[in-house]
């Protein structure tokens, strides 16, 4: 049972309210976030079930645990629910939401209204895509090429375009609420130079947000117009360019992976920064980086469509972009790993986390940077190569980020500890898991293998057999933060303020903090990550004011 | 933006004027034979004209801050790398 | 003053004791929100708000621009042949319906920063009926090509149509077919969002009746404004690019 306080509980957002009308129609940008929590959880396991079932047909070089069609609609309801319903919106609508206003020390987002309306878009693109996936689901693969997706399948094309086209305005609003939130809500003496890189990097992920989800919005609209009327706007045999389909995709679905890797950095920034005690080398760095990482992020689609037939020329534009896109990213990796240097590390189950990710998002940035050499990508487009590559990023990168910042942050967000014990196994396995799934992928892509096929040569098998095994563990390893942290909110220890002393204005109020965040409005006159003041002065209070 | 930011009526009518000026323009332009030239021109008129509603009806000419400016020429870049982008793929694929 | 009714009020009751909430002057205004420490504060964060929403329909209607830009540089003497079905006067009319219309809607903010309730609400009253006018000008076009079977589809035709300068030569259809495309899924698109604007400016109206706006707090005529502006904008654009391919005698 809860340890028993001496004085009456503290009023705080989670118990100042009760019941479901208070949560189903809060402004409150934390219980919003906790919204976000639940769906986007729900989501997630509808996705790794998908997984599942693909990682199980593939045990075998035959194809005989579904049929074709019915793999086809596996992996790409796998695809469509991973990417639009889990990673474009976790970080930023679950502790971006909960973590922004009161990092930069305000009372709520800019629209507390809209971001409550983000929040349901979310949900009735969630059900449209449920019930798309429950009466036949979609079979095109998540990226709906055409001709095939306006022409010639006969699954629910425009309506799981429906349901993304509103779950995309759900995202578009977060990033509209985060810029302006950035810009006009700052506590006095907040300056661009001391906010946290987690703001950067969600400032830098709205960008991307607000100005990429638009295009393929349209490009959802022109497909379900042309699939109703039968247009040729697509289709080669009306005069149609199935290319330009793809450049309208791609211009949002590159961006779109930045929007699922930025946050992650910015979560990769703060537990570093904690974890070893200092400020994060070159901050100023990292911030730009970040920005960088977005602007370039715009420049560099048509690497998706090497072998599609662009012109010659077109791939070499593309491809020298790609490589600079790179550079950013690396820029960050270099000072993450100069902050370590000389550091005082502590290997809290959050910064194993930030570990697995330094060393899994450097594999699969550096897989990318294979792929943009367009002679190495003409051999393994369409492999599981490619597959392998992503995954690094959005799983060992992304995901790891995710977990990283859901351990760093649960004392605030639940006011109760995790087991320390329980969550250091947990990201061990995670990695372990991980990389047994996705490295053997590599190999495979590399000797041949294709993606999306459910059938395989038989000497393929070993890596495949390695591949679904560490599937498995990898699932235990995302089951059991689940576990512990439901337990923990009945059974934790409750959290103190600050747990791991770190900085942050976030770390400066209640955990859980109240529904205004703060007592006071606070007043900056320190700079980020001023770790050697918080270790310094350990004995007496930091000053919150002046 | 405070309360005597608006510029005075005067400058509405004449922008008002203006912009019709420039839609009789931009038809009578289209009458004349200009060959490559006549897209060039309608896009010019037009911009001058969204150029005029921007800066004077959407206030962005009297704003005190730089970020507004900064969005709509953000917003303009983006659009025109997708442009420009896709038009290096088409504007290419005969030459190889 | 009549306080603007919120769908989510935030009542009193959410000042906890022992904590203080925000740095609210005595007798502030009431349109002010809680979460903002001044009015100031909560005016350029939704002028902000609206721009970079305009940023966000910029770039959606700038897919069909990329799109509009690729075809008619492929199929040029479709999309010329095509285009000259349209009727010119009704698409320059319509121009300058808008542009008239863009003059009423700045005149209204005008008036709601000066507090001149007539000048307010006869130009709200004007900006309404323009926009219909523009919306009815749009549907009798519309009728015309459904007509004239331009509307794609199962029943489009475009049958020996010449192709501007080159007679004798005739269009394809299906390429005229992606013209007409396009043309109905922009001009569609902005009349959606004409309508929208309408209402925007019909909800603007009733509370300016309410008398809800004055030099203080104007803010939503301001940004109403600035979307029925943006909407415009794209005409300007889309009026030379779909009527004006090829009109030489």
Known sequence: MATENPQPERVNYLNKEYGVGSWLLTTDHKRIALLYLISITFFFFIGGFFALLIRLELLTPAGDLVQADTYNKLFTMHGMVMIFFFLIPSIPAVLGNFLVPMMIGAKDLAFPRINLLSWYLYIIGGVMMLHCMLTGGVDTGWTFYTPFSTAYTNTKIVEAGLAIFVAGFSSILTGLNFVVTIHRMRAPGMTWSRLPLFIWAHYATSIIQILGTPVVAITIVLVAVERTLHLGIFDPKLGGDPLLFQHLFWFYSHPAVYIMILPSMGIVSEIIACFSRKRIFGYSFVALSSIAIAVFGFLVWAHHMFVAGISVYAALIFSLLSYAVAVPSAVKVFNWTATLYKGSIHYDAPMLYAFGFLGLFTMGGLTGLFLAALGINVHVTDTYFVVAHFHYIMVGGAVMGYLGGMHFWWPKISGKLYPEGWARLAALIVFIGFNLTFFPQFILGYVGMPRRYYQYPPEFQVLNVLSTAGATVLGVGYLLPMIYFLWSMRYGKPAPDNPWNAAGLEWKTASPPPTFNFDEEPVVTWEAYNYEQLDGARKEEVPVAG | ?96 | MALAKRRFPLPDSQTIPGQTVAVHGEGHNPALLHHFAEQQQQRDAASLGMWIFLATEVMFFGGLFCAYLIYRLKYFAEFSAASKTLALSLGATNTAVLICSSLTVVLAVYAAQHAKRSMLLGNLILTIILGFVFLGIKAVEYNEKFEKHHVPGPSFQFNEVNIPGHPGQYANPSHAQIFFALYFVMTGLHALHMIIGIGIFVWLLTAAWKGRFTPQYNTPVEIGGLYWHFVDIIWIYLFPLLYLIDRHP
């Open chain 2, 1 to 96: 933006m405070s309360e005597h930011s608006s510029s005075p009526l005067k400058t509405y009518v004449t922008i008002w004027l203006t912009l019709l000026a420039g839609t009789a323009l931009t038809v009578y332009a289209a009458t004349v034979d200009l060959g490559h030239f006549n897209a060039a021109v309608a896009l010019t008129i037009a911009s001058c004209k969204a150029l005029l509603v921007a800066l004077f009806f959407m206030h962005i000419r009297g704003a005190s801050e730089k970020l507004v400016k900064l969005v709509v020429i953000a917003t303009v870049f983006f659009l025109f790398i997708l442009l420009a982008l896709s038009m290096a793929d088409y504007g290419t694929r005969a030459w190889s």
